[in-house]
């Protein structure tokens, strides 16, 4: 039984280290008014019929903080690149000199800046509630364990670690929204 203990509070480490990534891959593509080349992924380009991510297809770079290139490597693909930036939606217009297509980070408006400091927070909160979920799932297994043998003792004390590991991941998720929401309010 002991052994099926710390295989579920393992199983939720992972789970919860796993909804950390996530938000953190999340956070990258929300743009705090610098150049990063994160918010172009996701972006598909028709290549030879296959869909292929952006940066498959071309040299992505920052030469300065307020701006991306994208060097195709091949000068027919710089009409498809633009128009999938379009289509993208990113609030970013691409200015496509037949060589290379360059993305100009506008400075952040206030109004902007703080409907992007919302969906931070939006995104740790949905964080949250996925780790609150294993926590949740977690219990109701020990629960279990308890009706099939489990001492009371050992239960109390899975309990009481799978909270530890809780207040440890939330204590993680806002310091991560923090420092993003600073990045974000600093002009």
């Given at each position: 039984?002991?052994?099926?203990?710390?295989?579920?509070?393992?199983?939720?480490?992972?789970?919860?280290?796993?909804?950390?990534?996530?938000?953190?891959?999340?956070?990258?593509?929300?743009?705090?008014g610098k150049?990063?080349?994160?918010?172009?992924?996701?972006?598909m380009v028709d290549?030879?019929?296959?869909?292929?991510p952006l940066n498959q297809v071309s040299n992505i770079n920052t030469p300065d903080?307020?701006?991306?290139?994208?060097?195709?490597?091949?000068?027919?693909?710089?009409?498809?690149i633009d128009k999938a930036i379009m289509k993208a939606n990113i609030g970013i217009t691409p200015v496509n000199d037949g060589e290379m297509i360059r993305l100009n980070i506008p400075p952040?408006?206030?109004?902007?800046?703080?409907?992007?400091?919302?969906?931070?927070?939006?995104?740790g909160e949905n964080t949250r509630i996925?780790?609150?979920?294993?926590?949740?799932?977690?219990?109701?297994?020990?629960?279990?364990?308890?009706?099939?043998?489990l001492s009371e003792d050992m239960e109390k004390d899975a309990e009481a670690s799978i909270q530890k590991l809780t207040d440890k991941y939330m204590k993680i998720i806002d310091e991560i929204v923090s420092e993003k929401e600073n990045d974000i309010m600093t002009v």
């Open positions: 039984m002991e052994e099926e203990v710390k295989m579920q509070l393992e199983l939720a480490d992972d789970s919860m280290k796993n909804a950390i990534d996530h938000l953190k891959k999340q956070l990258v593509k929300i743009r705090a150049a990063n080349v994160h918010i172009l992924d996701g972006i290549y030879y019929g296959t869909n292929t903080p307020k701006m991306i290139t994208i060097q195709p490597w091949e000068k027919s693909l710089i009409e498809i952040l408006t206030e109004e902007r800046r703080i409907n992007l400091v919302k969906q931070v927070k939006s995104e996925s780790v609150r979920s294993t926590r949740r799932d977690a219990n109701e297994e020990f629960k279990t364990m308890k009706k099939n043998g």
